[in-house]
């Protein structure tokens, strides 16, 4: 079946994560624990973060999970925030972290967008988080749809934000291609009866995605060779 469209996680797939989100971690748990070590230390634990290394194990919930998530699991150890607060903080935080590419995106996207594909980018970060980081990237008027956890479409695994961007589009499933590092992307791209693309410029690995996704690739750049094949 011909890929009409294709649907990108962001985080772990437009971007590489390790080398965007590690280092903001460090900051915002110096940030949030305000000198307070045990704090700093509880809210590492709960999110699977390695103070020693600065760098997120491979089970953390901040890899595929939400915002809302990630706030509400860090909430306990920030008493003078309320969950909306700090879902708040950490998505304009978020908005403004270093971001590392996984590839040139202007050119990859132009290059699909030549061959006539419908573009979209749905992640568990907040919309807000997303449309900054792409347009501080340049390259946010590539894409036909943008969403986020908190759009009103759900979140992955879930189907419905992905199937929001079909119906947006005018695309359907079948001919669309979720395109993810982890496996909340991939299942979500199956519940939604789309064609499955992996990538490890996440935090899971070839053998994690194996198995549930239809193609796995280094990065998104392979994408190309692989549709025009």
């Known amino acids: ?24 971690a460090a900051q915002i748990l110096d940030t949030l624990a305000k000198g307070d070590q045990a704090a700093k230390t ?24 939400s915002n809302d998530e990630v706030a509400e699991i860090l909430a306990p150890f920030v008493p003078d925030m309320s969950v909306e607060e700090l879902t708040a903080f950490l998505a304009e935080s978020a908005a403004s972290a270093d971001l590392a590419p996984a590839v040139p995106l202007a050119a990859f996207l ?16 907040s919309e807000i988080s997303a449309n900054r980081q792409l347009a501080r ?32 589009t005018g695309v359907e499933p079948a001919r669309t291609a979720m395109v993810g590092d982890s496996l909340h992307d991939l299942e979500a791209g199956a519940a939604a009866g789309m064609m499955r693309i992996g ?5 899971a690995g070839e053998a994690d995605l194996q198995g549930h996704a239809d193609v ?12 025009d094949r």
């Open 42 to 65: 509880a809210m590492a634990q709960v999110i699977s973060y390695d103070l020693e290394r600065e760098a997120f194990n491979p089970d953390s919930l901040v890899i595929a999970g």
């Open 216 to 227: 796995v690739f280094p990065d998104i750049g392979h994408i190309t060779g692989w549709i």
């Open 137 to 168: 990237a340049g390259v946010l008027d590539r894409f036909d749809f943008v969403a986020g956890c908190d759009s009103g479409h759900g979140a992955k695994p879930d189907a419905a934000p992905l199937l929001a961007f079909c119906a947006a």
């Open 199 to 203: 990538v490890l410029t996440g935090m």
């Open 110 to 125: 132009d290059g699909l967008r030549a061959r006539g594909k419908v573009l979209g980018v749905m992640t568990n970060d």
């Open 1 to 24: 079946m011909p890929v009409d469209a294709l649907l990108f996680d962001k985080d772990g797939t437009l971007f590489d994560f390790a080398q965007t989100w590690n280092g903001w």
